[in-house]
């Protein structure tokens, strides 16, 4: 079946402007994450979201963040006034539900800050 | 919050060698993946493994969750393994709902 989709896989922008990066989950998986990807580093998890439960906000790094999900499909992370440090590749995975189950990664969306 | 350490950090060897790649955690977790990600950036699932031994094709692992480790074994090595490989855990204990990653080993298959 279809795997974790994520659109754009590239976006340059110039720093002060708002981004939204897209997240299609794997059908029936009521669980997505949203992760951030520096360059030569690993991963660092930023938002969680199970079904229409309020979200797990607890690793986004400053309230230019935010991320918002309809139901159990699609997402959305929207980054505002963007900063060169904002640069990273940015990944979202998804689970058949939360907590300890297996997650699958999307390919990714590269955003680069000028 | 759990630590999550991989070694080596680099390792280079020719086809055809075996390695054996480590992760230790700091706690308790139910969940442990492994991932190779692939010069495009893609992030491959391995193993799901929190405990026990899993074995896929040339690729196994083993998980000691008491001991709080996990090794991952890679057996008549081809270049198409070069890459970095993660680990990746979620703490068992609660109020993490997101994997913990190591820093990765990067992995170089030599012809």
């Known amino acids: 079946g279809a795997g974790v989709s994520q659109s754009p896989s590239n976006k340059v922008t110039e720093k002060g402007k708002d981004v939204e990066l897209r997240c299609d989950p794997i059908?029936?998986?009521?669980?997505l994450y949203w992760y951030r990807q520096r360059l030569g580093q690993g991963l660092e998890f930023l938002i969680y979201f199970q079904g229409n439960s309020a979200p797990d906000k607890s690793g986004l790094p400053s309230d230019r963040f935010s991320a918002e999900r309809t139901g159990e499909s699609v997402s959305t992370l929207t980054i505002q006034r963007t900063q060169q440090e904002d640069s990273a590749v940015y990944l979202c995975?998804?689970?058949?539900?939360?907590?300890?189950?297996?997650?699958?990664f999307g390919p990714g969306t590269r955003l680069t800050v000028t | 919050g759990i630590q999550v350490e991989q070694s080596p950090p680099d390792l280079i060897l020719q086809e055809g060698a075996n390695s054996t790649l480590r992760c230790n955690f700091s706690?308790?977790?139910?969940?442990l993946q492994w991932f190779h990600q692939n010069p495009w950036g893609q992030l491959i699932n391995l193993f799901y493994?929190?405990?026990g031994t899993k074995q896929n094709g040339r690729l196994s692992a083993t998980t000691v969750a008491t001991e709080r480790y996990s090794l991952l074994y890679i057996s008549s090595s081809q270049t198409t393994d070069s890459g970095v490989y993660f680990c990746a855990v979620m703490y068992s204990g609660g109020g993490a709902d997101g994997l913990t990653f190591g820093k990765g080993t990067h992995l170089i298959i030599q012809p």
């Open positions: 493994i929190p405990s």
């Open positions: 995975a998804s689970s058949l539900r939360r907590g300890g189950q297996e997650q699958y």
């Open positions: 706690d308790s977790v139910n969940n």
């Open positions: 059908s029936g998986h009521t669980a």
